[in-house]
């Protein structure tokens, strides 16, 4: 029986689910937070799902053998890859998984056509055609896997000429085809807001799902009973690429500099 001060273990191919983390950390406060980037994994998005399963098995036995009382997948692409065979393999752990926000776009559009900005694996996956069947009959979807983004992330990249460019080259079909809603439907793509908000209209919404994950986590820890009730410890971080350079970017993501460990997997 896990403990209500137990923590709970958060992971992405890289440093795209610290937005996911600081969604967790504003709800839950209390928390004490690991977080895994497998950053010498990365990219996912153009990754088999075989491979990327097998990535997420290592991270799950890490966060048991840590004690986690609870997962997040802070990943799209590692959800649609491996959320099913984590679930199937650890039936009583709460698993906290993450999709890209269709639902609420189709309902928040006024012109009838979202964008969905997201990797190749999320894109091509059977779990996101399931999800444009049920939410988005009556709205015209208009997909772009964006290729290169998320490497230029992994570097501290937020703002430089080549990834204006590259993200113009993504968004600009999107606004052309008239979408009035686009949805981050990777992790690493909220730290772009910055950058997406100087390209398209003021009246283009922008929807990620980093909070709607932080909810889910909320409920499914109150339903247990294991929402925690002492002050939460400093989060802890591991690499599974050189730690320092995850140290090295982790102030420009996150508000803290904490140590990097190596992840032994
Ligand atoms: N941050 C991830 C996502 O939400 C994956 C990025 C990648 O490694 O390609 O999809």
Redesign the pocket.
């Known amino acids: 029986m896990a403990e209500r001060s137990a923590p709970v273990g958060v992971m992405?191919?890289?440093v795209?689910?610290l937005s996911v983390l600081a969604e967790i950390q504003r709800l839950l406060p209390g928390e004490s937070l690991l977080y895994v980037a497998d950053c010498g994994h990365?990219?996912?998005?153009?990754k088999s799902a075989e491979y990327i399963r097998e990535r997420c098995r290592h991270i799950a036995e890490f966060f048991h053998a840590q004690g986690a009382k609870a997962m997040v997948l802070?990943?799209?692409?590692?959800t649609v890859a491996a959320v099913a065979d984590l679930r199937e393999r650890y039936p009583d752990w709460p698993l906290v998984g993450?999709e890209p926000a269709v639902k609420p776009a189709a309902a928040a559009t006024r012109s009838g056509v979202v964008g969905v900005l997201?990797?190749t694996?999320?894109l091509q996956s059977a779990k996101f055609a399931a999800l444009l069947d049920r939410f988005a009959n009556d709205v015209q979807v208009v997909t772009q896997p964006c290729p290169g983004l998320?490497e230029r992330i992994e570097t501290g990249d937020l703002g430089s000429a080549q990834l204006r460019q590259l993200l113009l080259g993504y968004v600009q079909p999107l606004l052309d085809a008239g979408c009035d809603t686009l949805i981050l439907?990777?992790?690493?793509y909220p730290f772009l807001r910055p950058l997406l908000a100087e390209m398209v209209p003021a009246d283009v919404a922008i929807i990620d799902t980093g909070a709607a994950v932080a909810r889910q986590l909320h409920r499914l820890l109150a339903a247990r009973d294991l929402l925690a009730d002492g002050p939460a410890q400093a989060a802890r971080f591991w690499s599974s690429a050189d730690p320092q350079a995850l140290s090295d970017i982790l102030p420009l993501l996150w508000h803290e500099s904490d140590r990097v460990q190596r992840f032994p997997l």
Request: proline letters at 4%.
């Open positions: 992405d191919s890289g795209g689910g990365v990219p996912y998005g153009e802070a990943c799209n692409t590692a993450m997201a990797t694996g999320t998320v439907g990777c992790t690493h």
